[in-house]
């Protein structure tokens, strides 16, 4: 029973474009969310998290928006540059819970 | 700050044997977390420790596999014996009062 799900194993975008990841989840539970990115040979790192207690949450380049009702979310990133072409990881935890559940990633391609 | 530390970063074993994971979190983090990533999968948790306790552990397949945190530092992950199956990367995180975990490189096995 996959909680998370990133149903765009990949996406190509072109550099100075907008790019717009996408997550679902199923348990109505989940309160907060993260996004993390990760580089080959590397662990994730945390880009941008946000509670369900907003619907968007900024950071630089990175917006994150949430949608309750329809238990999704989204990553935006404007200007996409090369350097973030790597896969994204989407996570959700009920907070206090300190468990985390990740989807599948999306691997983004941003192509000069 | 050193991030989290974890080796051996690549380990080749033949099934039926054991292996075992090392990783050091940041200084000061009491949460530890070990993750296994398969292939094209996102990270799921194995066992979670608060100091020296395993808190969470439910996901831990404990007829196989084994951790400890005897200090409440450093964490060892063991895995005997290792089956075809276990093939993945194995990753630690540490954090402490928010909700950001910061993660070693993982310990990528192979089982052959």
């Known amino acids: 029973d996959q909680q998370v799900k990133q149903n765009s194993p990949s996406l190509s975008v072109q550099e100075g474009r907008i790019s717009i990841l996408n997550c679902d989840y199923t348990?109505?539970?989940?309160?907060?969310f993260l996004w993390y990115k990760k580089y080959p040979a590397e662990g994730p790192t945390f880009l941008i998290s946000?509670?369900?207690?907003?619907d968007k949450n900024e950071d630089g380049r990175f917006t994150v928006f949430l949608n309750k009702s329809a238990k999704h979310l989204s990553l935006h990133i404007v200007p996409s540059q090369p350097g973030d072409s790597a896969v994204y990881f989407c996570?959700?935890?009920?907070?206090?819970?300190?468990?985390?559940?990740f989807g599948t990633g999306t691997r983004l391609k941003v192509l000069a | 700050e050193a991030g989290v530390v974890q080796s051996p970063r690549y380990k080749i074993i033949e099934k039926k044997q054991p292996v075992a994971f090392w990783c050091n979190p940041i200084?000061?983090?009491?949460?530890l977390y070990w993750y296994r990533q398969n292939l094209g999968q996102g990270p799921e948790l194995l066992i979670r420790?608060?100091?020296?306790?395993?808190?969470?552990d439910s996901q831990l397949p404990k007829d196989r596999f084994s951790a400890e945190r005897l200090k409440g530092v450093d964490s060892t992950l063991k895995i005997q014996p290792a089956e075809l199956g276990d093939s993945a990367v194995y990753l630690c995180?540490?954090?402490?009062?928010?909700?950001?975990?910061?993660f070693g490189p993982g310990t990528r096995l192979t089982v052959l």
């Open positions: 996570a959700a935890s009920a907070r206090g819970t300190y468990k985390y559940i």
């Open positions: 348990n109505s539970m989940f309160d907060y």
């Open positions: 946000i509670s369900s207690i907003k």
């Open positions: 200084s000061g983090h009491n949460t």
């Open positions: 420790y608060e100091n020296e306790e395993a808190v969470d």
């Open positions: 995180a540490s954090f402490w009062r928010s909700d950001e975990q910061f």
